[in-house]
């Protein structure tokens, strides 16, 4: 007998991980939620939990300037672009370091080209964690800037999501409990994992759309699109409704708090019979299979989930149908999984039975995986340092400093290597250039030696064929000529008269002659043309010589000025070797430079966390002893985790004795911004450390 689950095809332990969705399946008509007793007593977590991500101000400028850098990078480089923000930071959905997603607006383009364009720039800034993502349904490039912590996605083109943002900001803007449920309900389904469309769950816009739905439900909110005046829009060719009306209101909407509303989220989505109906937000209500067309196609996430482990093969669509509010062939749940599907279903019937039964929403919200979200957490920037002791940080303090001015003597020398390089490289160009009119004249000279030489041959050449094919020199054929003609043409002789046979062979003798004449004559020609050429030829070889001779008192004149150009090889091709290297100097340089960033950025640390230390015992024995002497500003009172911004404030009033002996000069307005800029990484202009004396 096999050991799986009859009606749910679970394995022993598939039933122990889903064991929710495995009682739910198998207990249908038995289930009944319950409702706390204390139902009151959540108000205050949740509401702690929309308080913990309220976005702070810092954050908003953190990203404005981020923006307004990637505006100046990135939009200023196409054509008729502009970038605009969309997604939760626009719509006021936002969980505390959620990404910010960018739509770059731009004509004609080829996304991927563009992405790629894109990626490389950003590279190019020392972004961190670019990633490109051209095969998603909307392609975008993913990033991380080092400065802010900020996660960055930007798409091209992507309108429909600026009006589907809207939409949501319009229903934040109606209700505070839109946003409040919202926030809850988002960081509940990150920290239970499942919240990522990349990893076959649902995307943070459709939690978000569940929301909305719910509230529509719920009676809370009005259907802002269900206006008469409809707004079309033409995107990428095809026609989206996009009517947005928001003096919609509800004649008498229902004054639930947010702990009813949360618990009554849950029941909804967790004992809702997916099968049969479809969310749609545009209609303010579940839309009937048939009505909208969309099947609950076969086969299900549980057959595919207990079929082959390996190869699970494709589930079929629409299983936990949500239409998206402008794009209605859009099926939300597109991107779920199989598994995804059942871990979304088993955490919806897990908090119901949780929140029902009293349990508190921090375990309701227990983080899966907390790894995963690791880089969501402020950044403590002191972390490994918490447990050394003094002396350790001190001392790996004045190794990091060491290594500094090791590295400070490298650049040194580097720099200093590339100087010489380029004046070397510029002498011999110089050199060069000079000289360029005598080389000019030199290798007109070589090239008509060449040709002349060619001619030489090929005269020569023809000259021998004719003569190995006359046998007679030109001078005996002309005497032979003459003889045969007088003999031809003389009196006759009454009594010697030739016989006819021989009077023909002098004429054939004659005829043969004159051409073997015109042959000589033309061999004689072509001898005297050669002679010629050779004449002309020693000519400009001996011309050679002196442009030569020119060229190299020349160079030795211009020598004398440049003593570091002696005994070496000047030639195009020794320039073009001597920027090459200078090119490599340059690409070694681009290094050290970044390890020094690093390297004062760590010093900065180490030195902001011994002052740190010792503000902080300096502070307690001052305390002890009744000194009422205010606090440094920006000081943290206990070791809670720091963030770039909180130390900050610390920096600010250091001085710069860690970044080396160097001093950098700063401006007054932003000099704590600067000083700051040692700990983070740098864009552009903003990166030069001001060079040394
Ligand atoms: P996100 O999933 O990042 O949602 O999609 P979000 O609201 O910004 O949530 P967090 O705070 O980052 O977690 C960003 C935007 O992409 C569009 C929507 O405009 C959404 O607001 N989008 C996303 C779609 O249009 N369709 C989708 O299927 C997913
Ligand atoms: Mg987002």
Partial sequence: ???????????????????????????????????????????????????????????????????????????????????????????????????????????????????????GMLKGQGMEKVQIISRAKVPIVKFTDPRSGIHVDISINNTLALHNTKLLASYAKLDSRVKDLAI???????????????????????????????????DVIPNLQSSTDRVLAEIDGKEFDITIDESNALDDSNNKNIAELTLSFFHNYATRDWSNGVVSIRSGKSLSREEKGWMDEEPSALEIYNSDKENPGRMGEHHLAIED?????????????????IRIRNELLRAAEMFGNGSPWKDICETVDPDRLSDMEPVDIFHDLRDKSDDIVRNMLEKTKAEIDSVDRLIDALESERQSTLRMAKAMRGVIEETSDLRKEHKSVVLGLKSRNAEIDEIKKKRDKINSDVILPIHMIEDELSKVYSRLTEELDIHRVPSLNKEK?????????QAMHGKAREASELHHRFIELV????????????????HD????????????LKDKNISS???????????????????RRGEMHKLRREAGRLDAWLRKKSGSQNRGRNSGRGNKKSKPRGKKEDSGPMTLGDISGLLSGMNNETSSKRTRKVSSKKAGMRKMGNLGAHRGSRSQFKKKD
């Avoid at 919240?195 to 739905?213: E, K, P, R």
């Avoid at 004449?535 to 020119?550: D, M, P, S, V």
Wanted: overall charge neutral.
């Fill in 573 to 591: 091709k020794e320039v073009n070797s001597y920027d090459r290297r200078v090119h490599n100097i340059q690409k070694a340089l681009r290094k």
């Fill in 184 to 218: 809850c309900i988002k960081h509940w389904a990150l920290h239970r994992n499942i919240s990522d469309s990349v990893n076959g769950t649902f995307s943070s816009y459709a939690w978000s759309i569940l929301v909305i739905n719910h509230l529509l439900e719920e």
């Fill in 553 to 564: 008192d020349a160079t030795s004149k211009l020598l004398e000025n440049e003593p570091m």
């Fill in 1 to 119: 007998m096999s050991d799986s689950c009859e009606i749910t095809g679970f394995s022993k332990s598939d039933i122990e991980k889903y064991s929710y969705l495995h009682k739910y399946l198998t207990n249908k008509e038995k289930i009944e939620f319950q409702t706390p007793e204390n139902l009151e007593g959540f108000i205050k977590p949740l509401q702690n939990t929309v308080s913990a991500n309220r976005i702070h101000s810092s954050e908003t400028k953190r990203r404005e300037s981020l923006l307004k850098h990637l505006e100046k990078s990135i939009a200023s480089k196409f054509e008729n672009s502009k970038i605009s923000t969309f997604g939760s930071v626009e719509s006021g959905l936002s969980l505390k370091g959620g990404d910010f997603d960018l739509c770059l607006q731009i004509q004609d383009a080829n996304q991927k080209k563009v992405l790629k364009r894109i990626g």
């Fill in 325 to 341: 509010p402008f794009d209605l062939d859009h099926d939300l749940s597109r991107v779920v999984w199989a598994d995804g599907e």
């Fill in 505 to 513: 062979d002098q004429f054939s003798w004659f005829m043969e002659l």
């Fill in 535 to 550: 004449k002309e030829q020693k000519e400009e070889i001996k011309k050679l010589k002196i442009y030569e001779t020119k």
